[in-house]
Structure formats: structure tokens, C-alpha cells
């Protein structure tokens, strides 16, 4: 089992940058890659950025260059940094952590982004 915690998310305005964490718990050493996602209402949930144990990394073309993904291992923590934030960029964002037997989410963070 793994438990995934995200916090960060709030109010911003555009252009505007947030930092959102994921505090991963449990059996931590069966994760091979962890992935932020989002949902906006109405839409299906979007990847957006994962890290594999590898250390490699991917973005959507939607975030490319303004959203980081990054980990602390020794907090088992991952992050993403969001910059030059958009108003598309509103919704509730999770984490996802992929082991060989199982997927985990975690319950989400919003983020909305208005002035």
C-alpha cells in the first residue's frame, strides 16, 4: 500500500507561481514512477509531469517550460513547481504513484488561477 498526500494548491493570479507537494507514504520502495495529473470540471483527467526512479522525466507540451517536476528522496516527496501560471491551468491536481501491481492516487489539491 501507498499513501499519497498533496497540498500547495490555492488561489493565484496569472502568471503567477505555485509549488504543489507530494508526500508519499507506506511501501515506498515498490514505486518505479510518480506523475502529477489534473482535472478540470467537465474534462478527463490530464497527465501532466512524471518522474520515473530513474530520474527521467516528461511534460505535457501544455506545461512545457513552465511546470518543474522534481523529488526529494530523502522526504519522499515530489514536486511541481507551476510558473507563468495560465487560467486554463485551473483544476484539482493529483498524484499518482505506479508500482508493479498497483496504481495510487492521492485525493487532489486545487489550484485556480484568476484575477
Known amino acids: 500500500q501507498v499513501q499519497l498526500v498533496e497540498s500547495g494548491g490555492g488561489l493565484v493570479q496569472p502568471g503567477g507561481s505555485l509549488r504543489l507537494s507530494c508526500a508519499a507514504s507506506?511501501?515506498?520502495?515498490?514505486?518505479?514512477?510518480m506523475g502529477w495529473y489534473r482535472r478540470t470540471p467537465g474534462k478527463q483527467r490530464e497527465w501532466v509531469a512524471g518522474?520515473?526512479?530513474?530520474?527521467?522525466?516528461n511534460y505535457a507540451d501544455s506545461v512545457k517550460g513552465r511546470f518543474t517536476i522534481s523529488r526529494d528522496n530523502a522526504k519522499n516527496t515530489v514536486y511541481l513547481q507551476m510558473n507563468s501560471l495560465k487560467p486554463e491551468d485551473t483544476a484539482v491536481y493529483y498524484c499518482?504513484?505506479?508500482?508493479?501491481?498497483?496504481?495510487?492516487w492521492g485525493k487532489g489539491t486545487l489550484v485556480t488561477v484568476s484575477s
Open positions: 507506506g511501501s515506498i520502495f515498490s514505486i518505479n514512477a
Open positions: 518522474i520515473t526512479s530513474g530520474g527521467s522525466i
Open positions: 499518482k504513484a505506479d508500482t508493479i501491481r498497483l496504481d495510487y
